[in-house]
């Protein structure tokens, strides 16, 4: 369950966020620390999310969070990027590792899990797109469980 400050926090961060480039992925407040740790997850908009992107949203955030006076004591801040998972899931994601090898799983039409490799080609409204020994393969989007990407094939 969330902290309660947490839907406070992020309407204050989001457009922070959105005057930057930066989207703001989700906040978590670790109250169970001393002091307590409010870590904000980032990503930008436009390119790679770097080191700069963080510092820039830390100096904004932090002024306009100690000015609204949301948290009352001592905190530590924290702002990151999520980092890159294994798991597709954005378009941007499916746009951004298009030609890397990767592991479908879909569900078969009589209910059976299936998972196939091959080398992305994309993702439409409609379908995945892999490349498996240079046939092109669709499975239909609303049989795809998950995404991710492998090693090599």
């Given at each position: 369950m969330a902290h309660p400050l947490i839907p406070a926090i992020l309407d204050l961060a989001?457009?922070?966020?959105?005057?930057?480039?930066?989207?703001?992925?989700?906040?978590v407040f670790h109250?169970?620390?001393?002091?307590?740790?409010?870590?904000?997850?980032?990503?930008?908009?436009?390119?790679?999310?770097?080191?700069?992107?963080?510092e820039r949203m830390s100096r904004s955030f932090e002024l306009a969070l100690d000015e609204a006076n949301i948290i009352p004591d001592a905190y530590v801040l924290?702002?990151?990027?999520p980092g890159l998972s294994d798991t597709l899931?954005?378009?941007?994601?499916?746009?951004?590792f298009k030609g890397f090898p990767v592991?479908?799983?879909?569900?078969?039409?009589?209910?059976?899990?299936?998972?196939?490799?091959?080398?992305?080609?994309?993702?439409d409204a409609d379908s995945v797109y892999l490349n498996k020994r240079g046939r092109t393969v669709r499975i239909a989007r609303s049989q795809v469980l998950e995404v991710k990407l492998i090693e090599q094939l």
């Open positions: 989001r457009p922070i966020a959105d005057d930057l480039d930066l989207e703001v992925v989700q906040a109250t169970n620390q001393s002091p307590p740790i409010l870590r904000l997850d980032i990503r930008s908009r436009v390119g790679d999310t770097g080191l700069e992107d963080c924290e702002i990151s990027s899931e954005s378009d941007r994601d499916f746009l951004s592991q479908v799983t879909s569900r078969s039409p009589n209910d059976d899990t299936v998972e196939q490799q091959g080398t992305l080609l994309g993702r």
